[in-house]
């Protein structure tokens, strides 16, 4: 059964970071490329950075994130990570970790995880 369990959102105010956690089960984890994906409300879910299968050498981010946020991979552990800086209100959102693709189309999505930017 494919799961997956993100934590490490919370509130936190503009300029501040956090680092997100996902730990992954029910299929080879490091034989897929992995993203993070993030709601906001009101809004429809989309797709926050994404990193390669394996040694998870490429990386790759949607433009208002970029040089703020790092994702990560750790395949011993089945655990994906998202170093997100400098925060801004706009990142306010539920993250979601799952297999990188069509958003539609992915299965089996776990709870999320709650980030508040907020003064």
């Known amino acids: 059964q494919v799961q997956f369990v993100e934590s490490g959102g919370g509130l936190v105010q503009p300029g501040g970071s956090l680092r997100l956690s996902c730990k992954v089960s029910g299929f080879p984890f490091s034989e897929y490329w992995m993203a993070w994906y993030r709601q906001a409300p009101g809004k429809a879910r989309e797709l926050v950075a994404f990193i390669s299968k394996d040694d998870g050498r490429t990386t790759t981010y949607v433009d208002s994130v970029k040089g703020r946020f790092n994702i990560s991979r750790d395949n011993a552990k089945n655990a994906q990570y998202l170093q997100m800086n400098d925060l801004k209100p706009e990142d306010t959102a539920v993250y979601y970790c799952?297999?990188?693709?069509?958003?539609?189309?992915?299965?089996?999505w776990g709870p999320g995880t709650q980030v508040v930017v907020s003064s």
């Open positions: 799952n297999k990188f693709g069509t958003i539609g189309l992915l299965e089996s």
